[in-house]
């Protein structure tokens, strides 16, 4: 482990965060988990406790690593907390003003030799950076989700990021069992700029009767071997979510082939966000499973 960072902080303990957490815990950091919202802290702590339980029940996790690892976990109530942190790790909403106050925010708090990571899956950490600063410590860690599960953690550099911060957060993701890529700042970095049209188009061809939402998604798991057809996809993902992303790559590129699909509009309009709401493409239970 490197010796400068024991004590991670983690903003925002909605899925992401609170997967983010786990996973830093786990690894052996000490982790400060701060939201807004209290009963968010509370739920996402609950939610790691009950994972870690589930994979001592399988045998997979001895009950001693399970309590070592809740106790490393440490709510914050107040971000000022982060005044202890050594590498900070924002899982906000998506929303760049948002963002760019929590930065501003961090960068009066954290030690002036902190990074400050956001795990934005499309919004420019040149902006961010422009919030603070320490432009040159200011980074992307945009880890996929579930973050326990998946080995894929996308290093993006802004215009000012320095090499050494990239490698500091390389060295992170590597210490938490991840493989890191580097992106470098444009809209959608790597990955959602591959994902996002593709979603979209699978979205363009149930709008225009091409298939059902079954058909689209079987051909793209048995034709194409995709563990998850796309609509499946966005409903896991949020169509919120997929929506912002494809109007950031829109007003980034300023390419037609990014314009989101009215479908896709009118579902978020209707409150059918995928997995999260109930519905999206497909009904879901209680549990978050396909009802």
């Known amino acids: 482990m490197n010796p400068a960072l024991r004590t991670i902080g983690v903003v925002g303990a909605g899925q992401m965060g609170r997967g983010i957490a786990q996973v830093a815990a786990h690894s052996g950091f000490t982790v400060l ?11 996402a702590l609950g939610h790691i406790g009950d994972q870690l339980e589930r994979q001592v029940q399988k045998g997979k996790l001895a009950p001693a690593v399970r309590s070592e690892t809740l106790a490393r976990l440490r709510p914050a109530k107040d971000a000022g907390a982060f005044a202890a942190a050594d590498f900070v790790i924002e899982a906000v909403s998506e929303n760049l003003p948002l963002k760019a106050r ?23 950490i040149t902006r961010l950076a422009a919030a ?65 049209p593709m979603i979209n188009e699978a979205i363009f061809a149930l709008h225009e009767g091409v298939g059902s939402r ?36 829109h007003a980034g590129f300023g390419d037609p082939k990014y314009r989101p699909c009215p479908l896709l509009r009118r579902m978020v309009d ?14 879901y239970d209680a549990g978050g499973a396909p009802a």
């Not at 966005?234 to 494809?246: E, K, V």
């Open 102 to 124: 929590l930065f501003e925010s961090l960068d009066r708090t954290c030690r002036p030799d902190v990074v400050l990571a956001s795990n934005t899956s499309s919004i420019s």
């Open 132 to 196: 603070t600063r320490r432009p040159s410590l200011v980074i992307g860690m945009h880890f996929m989700n579930p973050v326990p599960v998946m080995e894929l953690v996308e290093i993006v550099a802004g215009q000012s990021t320095s090499t050494a911060t990239i490698e500091t957060t390389r060295g992170l993701a590597k210490e938490l069992g991840k493989t890191a890529v580097l992106a470098q700042d444009f809209p959608g970095f790597i990955s959602n700029r591959v994902l996002m």
């Open 270 to 283: 209707a409150g059918r966000l995928g997995r999260k709401s109930g519905g999206g493409f497909y009904d």
């Open 33 to 43: 988990l701060h939201d807004e919202k209290q009963d968010a802290l509370d739920a």
């Open 214 to 249: 079954e058909d689209i998604d079987t051909v793209m798991r048995l034709g194409m071997r995709h563990p998850m057809g796309p609509l499946a996809l966005a409903d896991f993902i949020g169509l919120d979510t997929c929506l912002s992303i494809l109007e950031i790559l």
